[in-house]
């Protein structure tokens, strides 16, 4: 049996994967969720992404979503429909915007500041989001011919708190020459990152799983993250477990199994022993993804939009009152979780615990 205090090393964790049965998984994982959580606690929020645009020329063959410039079917929102989105997801109770779209040639660094900043102006507190992830960071940067370092300031200064670990999937440099090769090194991956949080952003960790990726590459995933995690001490906020929807994309394949995903969600908890919170997806995983906290994980999204998944077979469960009575069945108390806007401090990781929020099936709202 894996000593449950000490921190698992990469071959620790294989033999955990490969050897110990689900009992013993949950029990490791639980061990070390209990040093940051109380125990029958969770987390969510309410949430939804925004597809600014699908137009796209990564081309990663694990995508349904993307479309190339100059096809038909090619879209940027403009103003007014974001905003109409932000307006239904405050009237649902919700709080927090995940921006995502394509590697757009047409769209410069100013438009994005420009929308981010309008954003700030029209919302203030009443919502936070989530501007880019680190990959379309980028790709936003090299686009405008400017240092990590400075592109980072410029979108800081546009109103923006928080860019995620997104377009991580799985961070070895084999996977990302076999699905994407136009998405960025690791290095480079990381490299941004850095820039991000010397510059008073915000990041997260995320991973995907279930495409092609061996067993080693998902562990090596999780000790990149890990170390880099200490090198930053402790600026990842989250780290955030998600799986390949296969539906309509060039890789195609088939789904991973609920046990298969509950059982790498342990996996992760065990072996993220520095980081606070392990958030599951509910976006792909409906129900299940709720199971997982019995398998470490503390927090949990409530998605009402995100047309990346869709495309690719997600089909999000809007009733939300079900979804929260489903973590109670499972002995949790749902706590709303507001994403804090303090750089780097886990102290401002604010709960409204106090606060009830009422749901209703046709949403949320605040008393
Ligand atoms: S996953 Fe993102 S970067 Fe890759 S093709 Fe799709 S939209 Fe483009």
Redesign the pocket.
Known sequence: MVDRVRRLSSSEALALWRKADTTELKARARAVRNRFHSPKTATYTIMRIVNFTNV?V???DY?A??VLPGHPGGYVLGLDEIFSRIDELLSLGGDLLGFNG??NPDLTLDFYCDTFREIRRRYGEWIEFYALTV?EFLYLADRARLTYDECARRLRDAGVLWITGGGAEILTEDFRLRH?RL?YSVEEFFEAQRALIRNGLRTTATMVIGFDESLEERIEHLERIRDFQDEVGGALYSFLVWTYKPLHTALGGREISDEEYLRHVALCRAFLDNIRHIRVSVLTRNETALRALDYGADDFDLPIEDEVTEKAGAVIEKDLESLLSRVRKLGYSPVYRRTPRCPRSQDCDSSSEGSARTVSRKGVGVE
Do not use: M
């Open positions: 796209c990564a081309q990663c995508c979503f993307y394509g590697f990959a994407s998405k």
